[in-house]
T-cell receptor
């Protein structure tokens, strides 16, 4: 079974600064997907960025980028030029490929609460 | 907005009762999955439906059951409610072979 660990329960950053959220995972599969989701107080889980494990290039989406280290099973999220609207709970998640041991199931970490100070 | 809608948004039930939560998936999505999120925790996978069949289940007892309809909307039913069932219930839809899951806004269930 896969596990996802977020070791930072809370992080804070000043507006316009950069912050990095950490995530490690454990799996015996060689190919899979990794995601970062954002959950603001409105509760809706919003996809921030995704990474396919077979791609060596780190994914980027505007101010959001990841540092994917497959051998170390590490998947951190970097938020540049932080904005007040980035404040939320952030979840790292793992999903098997079709045909994988548990395709369809998202396995989430415990989450990191991000506070952005003006 | 993801196009995934859940109803109701809030619900209060008494221990021992039964509850039905509903989810309308995003257009074109034939896969729906349900998650339970306790306060301050990450979501836990309950089960997934693909074309009206359950094709994956997490570590939840049989009193958690579901349905998916021909229009791919879905229901989550919980029988014999317990206090620990109090949580946010999230529905997510995706095209089967797609990678992303798109979530609804959730149903906050309180069992008293």
């Amino acid at each position: 079974a896969q596990t996802v660990t977020q070791s930072q329960p809370e992080m804070s950053v000043q507006e316009a600064e950069t912050v990095t959220l950490s995530c490690t995972y454990d799996t015996s599969e060689s190919d899979y997907y990794l995601f970062w989701y954002k959950q603001p107080p409105s509760r809706q889980m919003i996809l921030v960025i995704r990474q396919e494990a077979y791609k060596q290039q780190n994914a980027t989406e505007n101010r959001f980028s990841v540092n994917f280290q497959k051998a170390a099973k590490s998947f951190s999220l970097k938020i540049s030029d932080s904005q007040l609207g980035d404040a939320a709970m952030y979840f790292c998640a793992y999903r098997s490929l079709p045909g994988g041991t548990s395709y369809g199931k998202l396995t989430f970490g415990q989450g990191t609460i991000l506070t952005v100070h003006p | 907005e993801t196009g995934v809608t859940q109803s109701p948004t809030h619900l209060i039930k008494t221990r021992g009762q039964q509850v039905t939560l509903r989810c309308s998936s995003q257009s074109g999505h034939n896969t729906v999955s349900w998650y339970q999120q306790a306060l301050g925790q990450g979501p836990q996978f309950i089960f997934q439906y693909y074309r009206e069949e359950e094709n994956g289940r997490g570590n939840f007892p049989p009193r958690f059951s579901g349905l998916q309809f021909p229009n791919y909307s879905s229901e989550l039913n919980v029988n014999a409610l317990e206090l620990d069932d109090s949580a946010l219930y999230l529905c997510a839809s995706s095209p089967y072979l797609n990678t992303e899951a798109f979530f609804g806004q959730g149903t906050r269930l309180t069992v008293v």
